[in-house]
């Protein structure tokens, strides 16, 4: 007969088909269903918190929830950190987990449900006469709420006898969030009719755009209104028309674009948490810009916010299309752009805006320049890509450098929380979820040596498709750039420069020390190979930590 554990598996395989994690006492036979019983495929990873970090990424790259598992105890108490990442950015999953045994704490167990409430996740506890409904609920949970959420299994219940699976209803959830009520009606209405007069009318999405599916609907109020438009780094490329779009806004947009930012009259945001990072610590607008914002949040997220709707992004975007058409005499889909003679956009050279500065081949301390670097890299990378990054300095970088197709092709794990060292496991994550597509990690010496255990992991899972670049300046570069310039003792803040292509090597990849432009031949050659016989790249650029990312700077100026 079909143990509890089997209930969890089977239903949950109904509705995710990736797991990733680490097997122990508390989820052996969790797992042993999984592997026997269902479809869904478990991908090992070497450390606790990789399975969380996986599914966090599955999802971000895919938009399909997955699960992550560990053990009770210490298992448990490793995914901490990337359980708090995944709160704080929002991001569904489903962490099975054993847990004590329902006759109380052993010497060795601890309060799981306590240590996740800490951090935002709520657990669901199973029992024999309920595994699989509750496991249906923690799914709905996590859907509903865009959160993680705990799935405990206790340790005597595990192996326990249950009888036939239940038929479990499906997860119910919520429809589209709505305009309610006279004042978000009349609230739409304003905000309608200042894009419909505005002189230079600005559009601005982020993640939350994305989510809602907005893109189109973003796309013809943008060109109805012959608005400028940029995003957050979280929701690059949600605007279809990249004609007019400025890029990413705050510290990874070009200087240029940013001031054009600064013209706006009247600014829209959909679906972004304006966070300081974001609005460039309260400088993306002029003082004399209105700011409306839409978003499913309970209130407007920033103080420089004049007008606010609660509203799913692409509901609200259709709506104020038919509002703006409606009022300028045209049919929803026709491109009159308010009848204006020449739009703000028109008038404007934005490709010029939107270009960064190249650097040089090296720095002035003779190490490579990682500007030049990240350019040629762009040049040589596959189109067909998804960028995983880890947290660091080097973020800057990637996210300037190396455009993407859409937001779930560029995903940074990590820096909700503020955390580094999980980037080998979101290779895997995003691995499984493209399956076709070429995952390329970005990752600082501080955070690739953290993580190190799930090295093998990314090789393994990504195969000939995966690529990491590590921008290695010996150094834990964010701590130096700030607290170093403060004059603090730098020496907790250097790393003895590691050998990351001898690392590769170990675990069956190619390693490749990058100290020149040339030496980027390699990748140019590896792009044009076959995937399915070439290696997992490794790229270990020895690149100087004096020259500082844009964004870096804002900080530094905001800190100083």
């Known amino acids: 007969m079909p143990t509890v554990s089997a209930h969890v598996a089977l239903t949950l395989a109904q509705h995710i088909d990736a797991v990733f994690g680490v ?45 992550g598992t560990s053990t009770y105890g210490a298992g448990f108490t490793n995914t901490i950190t990337a359980l708090a990442e995944s709160v704080q950015a929002h991001v569904p999953l489903v962490l099975v987990v054993g847990d004590e045994p329902t006759s109380g704490p052993r010497p060795w167990d601890v309060d ?36 993680p959420v705990v799935l405990a299994i206790p340790y005597d219940v595990a192996a326990l006898e249950a009888g036939p699976v239940p038929e479990a209803p499906q997860p119910v959830v919520p429809a589209p969030l709505a305009p309610r009520g006279a004042f978000a009606e009349g609230m739409l209405d304003e905000i309608a009719e200042a894009l419909r007069s505005a002189r230079h009318p600005f559009l601005l999405a982020g993640r939350g755009a994305w989510l809602a599916d907005a893109g189109a609907a973003l796309g013809e109020l943008a060109a109805v209104t012959g608005a400028l438009t940029a995003t957050s780094a979280l929701g690059r490329r949600v605007f279809p028309d990249g004609r007019y779009d400025l890029g990413v806004t705050g510290g990874f947009g070009a200087e240029a674009a940013m001031r054009l930012v600064r013209e706006a009259d009247v600014a829209v945001v959909f679906g972004a948490s304006l966070n300081q990072f974001t609005m460039r610590f309260g400088d993306l607008f002029a003082p004399g810009t209105r700011v409306f914002q839409i978003d499913t949040a309970p209130a407007a997220t920033h103080p420089h916010v004049g007008g606010f709707v609660r509203a799913d992004a692409r509901v609200a975007a259709e709506a104020l299309v038919a509002r703006v058409a409606a009022a300028s005499g045209t049919v929803p889909g026709a491109a009159s752009e308010t009848g204006r003679a020449r739009p ?26 990682p500007r030049s670097a990240a350019r040629r890299i762009a040049e040589l990378l596959p189109d067909d890509r998804v960028v995983v990054s880890d947290g660091g300095h080097f973020i800057g970088w990637a996210n300037m450098y190396w455009p993407v197709a859409a937001p779930d092709r560029m995903m940074m794990v990590g820096t909700a929380f503020q955390a580094i060292g999980l980037g080998w496991p979101s290779v895997v994550g995003a691995a499984l979820a493209r399956r076709e597509s070429t995952i390329v990690l970005t990752s600082g010496d ?65 390693g490749v020390v990058v100290r020149t432009l040339a030496d980027l031949d390699r990748l140019a050659a590896w792009a044009h190979e076959d995937a399915a016989t070439r290696r997992f790249l490794l790229l270990d650029l020895r690149i100087s930590g004096d020259v500082i990312a844009p964004y870096q700077q804002e900080i530094i100026r905001v800190n100083s």
């Open 23 to 67: 097997m122990g006492n508390g989820n052996a036979y969790f797992l042993d269903a999984i592997e026997k019983q269902t479809d869904a495929v478990f991908t090992a990873v070497r450390h606790e918190q990789g399975a969380v970090v996986a599914a966090d990424a599955h999802f971000r790259a895919s938009g399909r929830i997955a699960c």
């Open 112 to 147: 799981q449900i306590a240590l996740a409430s800490a951090v935002g996740a709520r657990t669901y506890t199973v029992g024999r006469a309920d595994a699989a409904a509750t496991t249906v609920i923690a799914i709905e949970h996590a859907l509903t709420y865009r959160v």
């Open 344 to 369: 703000w956009r028109e008038s404007v050279d934005v490709a010029a805006a939107r270009t960064y500065e190249g650097g040089d081949e090296f720095a002035p301390d003779g190490r490579l320049d």
């Open 446 to 510: 501080g955070g690739g040596l953290m993580a190190i255990a799930d090295l093998e992991s990314a090789v393994r899972a990504a195969g000939g498709r995966g690529i990491a670049v590590i921008w290695n300046d010996a150094a834990y570069g964010a701590e130096v750039n700030l607290y170093g310039l403060k004059g603090l003792a730098d020496e907790p803040m250097r790393i003895p420069e590691v050998d990351f292509a001898a690392f590769a090597a170990a675990v069956g990849a190619e």
